[in-house]
Nanobody
Framework: DVQLVESGGGSVQAEGSLRLSCAAS???????MAWFRQAPGKEREGVAA????????YYLNSVEGRFTISHDSAKNTLYLQMNDLKPGDTAIYYC???????????????WGQGTQVTV
């Protein structure tokens, strides 16, 4: 069974930085991974995605230039480096994965439990 476990969330002041990690375990050959977030009272939205096959990345407009998604295939771990954080970035952040690539659409088949980020 595939498991995605996020870590690295927490509270930070505006303009601060955090790095989220997502460790994937179990049988795992998922090509595409992404980070989604959901703030209270708002819909879940895709923040950043990566095609681990060719390295293509996709970002939500409001985070481009501040957030960086990356993947370490040897460790089977996904990262999200978040810089210049703003109060609007406050949300629960979820790690997702799928064999198919969905970009920032919430159609991924595997979801982690989420980690809270508060700015």
């Amino acid at each position: 069974d595939v498991q995605l476990v996020e870590s690295g969330g927490g509270s930070v002041q505006a303009e601060g930085s955090l790095r989220l990690s997502c460790a994937a375990s179990g049988y795992f050959s998922k090509r595409c991974m992404a980070w989604f977030r959901q703030a209270p009272g708002k819909e879940r939205e895709g923040v950043a995605a990566i095609d681990t096959g060719d390295g293509s990345t996709y970002y939500l407009n409001s985070v481009e230039g501040r957030f960086t998604i990356s993947h370490d295939s040897a460790k089977n771990t996904l990262y999200l480096q978040m810089n210049d954080l703003k109060p609007g970035d406050t949300a629960i952040y979820y790690c997702v994965a799928d064999f198919r690539c969905w970009g920032l659409a919430p159609r991924y088949g595997y979801w982690g439990q989420g980690t809270q980020v508060t700015v």
